[in-house]
Nanobody
Framework: QLQASGGGLVQAGGSLRLSCAAS????????MGWFRQAPGKEREFVAF?????????YYADSVKGRFTISRDNAKNTVYLQMNSLKPEDTAVYYC???????????????WGQGTLVTVSS
């Protein structure tokens, strides 16, 4: 029900925009989050956006100022604009939907399949 896309190979300093398209249900009343998992590491929180009309956002310190999460409820899609990418951003990125806007992965009920982002130095 969540399909993440937009990953790829990019040089350090470059940009990518990830998309997460929802199908099968409307996610406009759900909080949406992005998480990532680097090789050999645990999944970690990246960013979330609330479902409310003002769409409050929150970011992990490691991406603050470089990444921007946004949503288009009309398209049932959430985005993650990633700028000034660093090699340490290399990971599989997952989108998720849940009832609460939180950094806790366990609070999200629906998960996309992940999209690989590789940042070369």
């Amino acid at each position: 029900q969540l399909q993440a896309s937009g990953g790829g190979l990019v040089q350090a300093g470059g940009s990518l925009r990830l998309s997460c398209a929802a199908s099968g249900r409307t996610f406009s009343s759900y909080a949406m989050g992005w998480f990532r998992q680097a090789p050999g590491k645990e999944r970690e929180f990246v960013a979330f956006i609330s479902w409310s009309s003002w769409s409050s956002t929150y970011y992990a310190d490691s991406v603050k100022g470089r990444f921007t999460i946004s949503r288009d409820n009309a398209k049932n899609t959430v985005y993650l604009q990633m700028n000034s990418l660093k090699p340490e951003d290399t990971a599989v990125y997952y989108c998720a939907a849940g009832p609460r806007a939180t950094w806790e992965a366990t609070s999200y009920n629906y998960w996309g399949q992940g999209t690989l982002v590789t940042v070369s130095s």
